[in-house]
């Protein structure tokens, strides 16, 4: 059977559906996974769009041509991390996606690929829609077609939540990781870091996802069951705890910013928030999101669509996105 999956991802919202099908996928397995991002080759070229972007918008262009990768590639790694499936992570620059998928199995020793369907171009130059029969074609390493055409409006709902927790969980595995660091170097984690952290999870996970499932995906199951209550209102109850507690985290970070507190106080209060963070996910992915599948309607998982598209995770226009997408690249870039 299966041991090592090639999974190569781009920016699309099948790709976000693909993602936690390979990672079920690998868990039944037992197997592990090395997610995949072919970045393409912008400097080939000086007249393409990359090159209208850095010159007339630099910051735009240091999201969406630089620092992409490594923003998708960590996302997708905490959606293993989550479900304790091993994993690593490897991009690479091409113009040719499927040659450099083929290239990157072998290298990491895959024996299996496992590919959407078919996907979007986006400004990132990957387009794993034309890229999948070419891959079926001319891999030695067996291909494994995950269809993700046009998913329902259950499916956008539950890929859009499960990647804004995949996005608090590639901060926290950030976080985590810079204390890991200056352990091994003696350098105290940098404090503007932790600080651009602690706005991130006050200004989006706390702000905008919990009541957005508070007031759209919970209340509607309320609605259609009594049998989710008791859940809810742990989970609830959970929302209220994690304001409170990401309030006392960012006083502490200001306090270390301050002097006036030690680096494993900090590490010890990130090392708490972030297990109560990763068990409240895990109840939600687990038992509210399988209830929601069988009680919610066609027309309910509409609304819920529609209200988490609103405001989405920092990859998408308007102003207030671009500023939590700036800052959630900046985070994922600039950790170890």
Same mark, same amino acid.
């Given at each position: ?9 781009d ?5 976000t559906v ?7 996928? /690998? ?7 090395t997610?995949?991002h /072919? ?18 918008a ?6 969406? #041509?630089?620092?992409?990768? !490594? ?5 997708a @790694?905490?959606?293993?991390?989550? !479900? ?11 113009d040719?996606p ?44 067996p291909v ?30 950030? &976080? ?27 200004? #989006? ?9 508070d ?25 209220? !705890?994690?304001?409170?507690?990401? /309030? ?17 106080e900090?590490?010890q ?8 963070? &990763? ?5 939600e ?13 066609? @027309?309910? &998982? ?29 985070i ?5």
């Amino acid at each position: 059977m299966y041991r090592h999956l090639l999974v190569p991802i781009d920016s699309s919202d099948l790709s976000t559906v693909t993602i936690g099908r390979a990672v079920e996928f /690998a868990l039944a397995l037992g197997a592990r996974i090395t997610f995949f991002h /072919a970045c393409a080759d912008h400097a080939s070229s000086i007249m393409g769009d990359a090159e209208i972007v850095r010159m007339t918008a630099p910051e735009d262009y240091a999201y969406n #041509f630089e620092g992409r990768a !490594r923003e998708l590639l960590t996302k997708a @790694e905490s959606a293993a991390r989550a !479900r304790g499936v091993p994993c690593a992570s490897v991009s690479t620059t091409s113009d040719s996606p499927y040659t450099a998928i083929i290239a990157a199995a072998r290298s990491a020793g895959c024996d299996l690929i496992f590919m959407a369907s078919h996907g979007r171009r986006s400004t990132l130059g990957m387009m794993l829609g034309s890229q999948t029969l070419k891959v079926l074609m001319n891999s030695e390493v067996p291909v494994l077609v995950s269809a993700t055409a046009d998913p329902p409006a259950p499916a956008q709902a539950i890929a859009i939540i499960r990647d804004e927790h995949r996005s608090l969980g590639a901060v926290l595995h950030a &976080w985590l990781h810079l204390f890991k660091e200056a352990q091994g170097t003696n350098v105290l984690p940098d404090a503007g870091l932790m600080q651009a952290m602690i706005r991130y999870i006050q200004d #989006f996970p706390v702000a905008l996802h919990h009541p957005k499932e508070d007031d759209h995906l919970f209340r509607k199951l309320r609605e259609r069951t009594a049998e989710a209550n008791p859940e809810l209102d742990e989970l609830e109850r959970q929302h209220i !705890r994690d304001a409170q507690q990401v /309030a006392e985290l960012a006083a502490l970070v200001e306090r270390y910013a301050a002097g006036e507190a030690i680096v494993s106080e900090l590490e010890q209060a990130v090392s708490r928030y972030a297990k109560f963070i &990763w068990e409240h996910m895990g109840r939600e992915e687990g038992v509210i999101l399988p209830l929601a599948q069988n009680y919610l309607t066609e @027309e309910d &998982w509409i609304a819920i669509n529609e209200a988490f598209q609103k405001n989405r995770d920092p990859r998408f226009g308007g102003d207030t996105d671009a500023e939590f997408k700036r800052l959630f690249s900046r985070i994922v870039n600039l950790a170890p």
